[in-house]
């Protein structure tokens, strides 16, 4: 079983920057592909950015390349997410999830974990 525990949320003004992390004690960790989603009231949970186990690889949202960056220790089994120049439509609570493969990475379906969430709100 692998538990993911996210943290770093919060409230920030519209151009700060907040940066998540995604910790676990799993031993596997290293072995896991991670990604990190949002979720808004009524909304269903949408892909923001993706890493490969090893961190060579990454991908992001279109809404988010360019201000957030993804990044992983796998010394620290944590998986971090930069958030620079926050917008108030970046406001959501943020999730990260892992598994050991994501054909389909950008599905929230490919995941079997995931941590409780992190509020993040941006004000105007």
């Known amino acids: 079983q692998v538990q993911l525990v996210e943290s770093g949320g919060g409230l920030v003004q519209a151009g700060g920057s907040l940066r998540l992390s995604c910790a676990t004690t799993?031993?596997?960790?290293?072995?896991?592909?991670v990604a990190w989603f949002r979720q808004t009231p009524g909304s269903d949970r949408a892909f923001v950015a993706a890493?490969?186990?090893?961190?060579?690889?990454?991908d992001y949202a279109g809404s988010v390349k360019g201000r957030f960056t993804i990044s992983r220790d796998n010394a620290k089994n944590t998986v971090y997410l930069q958030m620079n120049s926050l917008k108030p439509e970046d406001t959501a609570v943020y999730y990260c999830?892992?598994?050991?493969?994501?054909?389909?990475?950008?599905?929230?379906?490919?995941?079997?974990?995931w941590g409780q969430g992190t509020q993040v709100t941006v004000s105007p």
């Open positions: 999830a892992a598994d050991l493969r994501a054909g389909n990475y950008y599905l929230p379906s490919e995941y079997d974990y």
């Open positions: 799993a031993r596997t960790f290293s072995s896991l592909f």
């Open positions: 890493i490969t186990w090893s961190g060579s690889a990454t």
